[in-house]
T-cell receptor, first 110, second 113 residues
Framework: TQLLEQSPQFLSIQEGENLTVYCNSS?????LQWYRQEPGEGPVLLVT?????EVKKLKRLTFQFGDARKDSSLHITAAQPGDTGLYLC??????????FGQGTRLTINP | NAGVTQTPKFQVLKTGQSMTLQCAQD?????MYWYRQDPGMGLRLIYY???????DKGEVPNGYNVSRLNKREFSLRLESAAPSQTSVYFC????????????FGPGTRLTVT
């Protein structure tokens, strides 16, 4: 049973389009992180959200933590080929452990 | 400042062989982790170490052992490799003070035949 469900699992869109990736759970997390992973490399942290309802922006990427701290979304505006990669969300349970979603594989076509 | 380093990058083992995956970090983090990544499964926690001298089981610890050698180094050992342990293994270190940030190594791709 996946504690964190990401949707969609695969997404292929054209350059310039907007997209949203969702990360949902029935559990409450103390914080939630988003990572991007490129082939042959380890995941790289993009953002950590801590407060329910929090919104953080990283250039064309907007991250939101749900009010109840059970879900999160990643919105990309005007996607570019450089945004291609595997996006992972991870929820913090307790002081030490992170639980990861299964990932969203995003492809941006020129 | 190398961040998190892992060796080896690739390894092929036969069923029943043993090996140790090495991990080191130079960021003075207390917490270190071992994950495995399989297609469609995201990352699953094998073992973690909250501080030097302590280790705890994660979600999928069976078939693995770990050693936190010192603050910098955290190794993962497969005593008797099985085909089900074919995976990509990632080591990570994490700072829990201030901004919660976790840094991953480049991974070890392990195949067990």
């Amino acid at each position: 049973t996946q504690l964190l469900e990401q949707s969609p699992q695969f997404l292929s869109i054209q350059e310039g389009e907007n997209l949203t990736v969702y990360c949902n759970s029935s559990s409450v997390f103390s914080s939630l992180q988003w990572y991007r992973q490129e082939p042959g490399e380890g995941p790289v942290l993009l953002v950590t959200v801590v407060t329910g309802g929090e919104v953080k922006k990283l250039k064309r990427l907007t991250f939101q933590f749900g009010d109840a701290r059970k879900d999160s979304s990643l919105h990309i505006t005007a996607a570019q080929p450089g945004d291609t990669g595997l996006y992972l969300c991870a929820g913090a349970r307790g002081a030490q452990k992170l639980v990861f979603g299964q990932g969203t594989r995003l492809t941006i076509n020129p | 400042n190398a961040g998190v380093t892992q060796t080896p990058k690739f390894q092929v083992l036969k069923t029943g062989q043993s090996m140790t995956l090495q991990c080191a970090q130079d960021m003075n983090h207390n917490s270190m982790y071992w994950y495995r990544q399989d297609p469609g499964m995201g990352l699953r926690l094998i073992y973690y170490s909250a501080s030097e001298g302590t280790t705890d089981k994660g979600e999928v610890p069976n078939g693995y052992n770990v050693s936190r050698l010192n603050k910098r180094e955290f190794s993962l050992r497969l005593e008797s490799a099985a085909p089900s342990q074919t995976s990509v293994y990632f080591c990570a270190s994490r700072t829990l003070t201030g901004q919660d940030e976790q840094y991953f190594g480049p991974g070890t791709r392990l195949t067990v035949t």
